[in-house]
């Protein structure tokens, strides 16, 4: 049986307020995991405040998401 993956990838750097055009929502199939590893379903996913500033090009103490990469974040499967 296969399994969906959902990615949401930065569409563009917001300006200002983030906007729900400056994000995509990108599915596919997950890939099936390889020996010593294992697929979750995701069953809490963490949005916190860091996550804005890794959305800009500034320098901070995070590394900023490209446009085009996958937002990370910690989740509870």
Known sequence: MTQTNRQIVLAARPEGE??????N???GVARQPEVGEVLCRTIYL?????????MSAAKSYAEPVEVGEVMGAGVVG
């Not at 963490?46 to 890794?54: A, E, F, K, V």
């Open 18 to 23: 983030p906007k729900t055009s400056d994000f």
């Open 25 to 27: 929502l990108v599915e």
């Open 46 to 54: 963490s949005l916190d405040p860091y996550m804005r500033g890794r």
